[in-house]
């Protein structure tokens, strides 16, 4: 059941573009006076992602240095479905309170900060919903794998220039939400840094980027973040070796 819904908002949302130009042309194909017609499907949350995962506990200089920033601090178990996979989807029980869809929108390429960090910036849309607490521990079951979490977590706005950082809150503003992450996974320790910037889809290159050179204006302490440790969440899953 999940599959079937997956594959359908993949659709919708059309695999290659983005703003999801590739499904409004097939429908001008057929009739370009016709008017498409309400979809039932909400239309998800669209943001631009960066993520490094790193094996082994996360040291003190590197708190040290993400804490230049004000952050708040959240702790959490997510439980992610890793078979089968479906590449290109990210499907998760969040908190034991919501399950989310994450479809896989594309690249614009890499974000290239020379000497301090390198990744794949990817396209993503999410879709959340709403569920009640669950009467049995959904890590148990064949196919799911539990990940615990503990967040910090930053946002970063363009609402002046340079880009600032905000204190911890809700807000509507077009921004970029850095965390620092400490994950526990099938008794190993992990931890990971990821960038994640949300609103107008014309905004959020110039906001992941404004937030990564304000992070990274100061070198992370005896590192350098590269493509090798870049991926999502799903996709470290995914491989050998991790978290298994």
């Known amino acids: 059941m999940l599959a079937i819904s997956a594959a359908r908002a993949g659709k919708l949302a059309g695999p290659a573009d983005p703003e999801g130009r590739e499904a409004g042309q097939e429908l001008g194909a057929f009739d370009r006076d016709a008017q498409a017609p309400e979809s039932p499907v909400p239309e998800g949350v669209r943001s631009l992602e960066v993520r490094w995962i790193f094996p082994g506990q996360l040291e003190t200089a590197v708190a040290e240095w993400f804490g230049r920033f004000p952050a708040e601090t959240q702790s959490r178990e997510d439980t992610y479905l890793v078979d089968p996979q479906l590449r290109g989807l990210s499907v998760k029980v969040r908190g034991g309170s919501a399950l989310e869809l994450k479809v896989y929108r594309g690249s614009p390429g890499i974000l290239d900060l020379a000497g301090r960090a390198r990744g794949r ?25 539990p990940v615990r979490k503990r967040r910090r977590i930053s946002r970063f706005a363009l609402v002046s220039r340079p880009v600032v950082a905000h204190a911890p809150g809700p807000s509507q503003e077009p ?6 992450t400490e994950i526990r996974a099938h008794g190993q320790d992990w931890w990971t840094l990821g960038f994640e910037a949300k ?11 404004a937030a990564a050179a304000l992070v990274f204006a100061q070198p992370l302490p005896s590192m350098e973040p590269g493509p090798d440790e870049c ?4 996709e470290w899953l995914y491989q050998p070796g991790a978290a298994t």
């Open 175 to 180: 921004r970029c939400e850095v965390e620092l």
């Open 121 to 145: 910036m990817e396209f993503w849309r999410k879709w959340s919903l709403p569920m009640s607490p669950l009467h049995l521990d959904i890590g148990d079951v064949v196919g799911w794998r």
């Open 231 to 234: 991926r999502s969440y799903a």
């Open 199 to 209: 609103g107008p889809a014309h905004l959020l290159s110039s906001e992941l980027q």
